[in-house]
């Protein structure tokens, strides 16, 4: 059974330019969350999507954005890049609300 | 809101020694814990989760942990570690609230273990 699979692995931006970053979850499963991990703060959580549907969101600005698509795969998009913004960004999916995640390897995104 | 709190940030053990990482939640209801585990390269995985019934559960590569909800914890343990055991721990707490599960994560504790 495949994995996680987030896209791309490693990007750099600017200041200013926005990024959209892309999400395969294990087939079968609904559910796909979003994470920003920075050293020293750990896993802090972005949004839930089901069935196409944002169920949860974290406390982020309105510059994190994310959407699902009929097959499950989900997007986050970051728009007006922050410095502050640089991290690993980890997707990850489940079968359901309250069971254990399956983390992607994350995309690493630089802000410059 | 709840919280997640994980008392070691970096831990250096040499082999055989024994490991317990502390963590403990802020969340009045009903949580589902867990214990995720990044080795060196790699996504994060789950070690071991509790939902109910028995406080101590048993997970991967032989570690434990015990839920003891009186103190809000849910510790980590292994008796021996093995430098194959040097990763980054993250406790993770999923507390309903207004019906949905949100996810929290402790800031994660690094583990070294020297051969």
């Known amino acids: 059974k495949a994995g996680v699979t987030q896209t791309p692995r490693y990007l750099i931006k600017t200041r200013g330019q926005q990024v959209t970053l892309s999400c395969s979850p294990i087939s079968g499963h609904r559910s796909v969350s979003w994470y920003q991990q920075t050293p020293g703060q750990g896993l802090q959580f972005l949004f839930e999507?089901?069935?196409?549907?944002?169920?949860n969101k974290g406390n982020f600005p309105g510059r994190f954005s994310g959407r699902q698509f009929s097959n499950s795969r989900s997007e986050m998009n970051v728009s007006t890049l922050e410095l502050g913004d640089s991290a690993l960004y980890l997707c990850?999916?489940?079968?359901?609300?309250?069971?254990?995640?399956?983390f992607g390897e994350g995309s690493r995104l630089t802000v410059l | 809101a709840q919280s997640v709190s994980q008392h070691n940030h970096h831990v250096i053990l040499s082999e055989a020694a024994s490991l317990e990482l502390g963590c403990n939640y802020s969340?009045?209801?009903?949580?589902?814990l867990f214990w995720y585990v990044q080795y060196p390269g790699q996504h994060l995985q789950l070690l071991l989760k509790y939902f109910s019934g028995d406080p101590l559960v048993k997970g991967i590569k032989g570690f434990e942990a015990e839920f003891i909800k009186s103190k809000f914890s849910f510790n980590l343990r292994k008796p021996s570690v093995q430098w194959s055991d040097t990763a980054e721990y993250f406790c993770a707490v999923k507390g309903a609230l207004g019906g949905s599960y949100i996810p929290t994560f402790g800031r994660g504790t690094s583990l070294i273990v020297h051969p």
């Open positions: 990850a999916s489940s079968l359901g609300q309250t069971g254990e995640l399956f």
């Open positions: 969340y009045g209801g009903t949580v589902n």
């Open positions: 999507y089901f069935s196409e549907t944002q169920r």
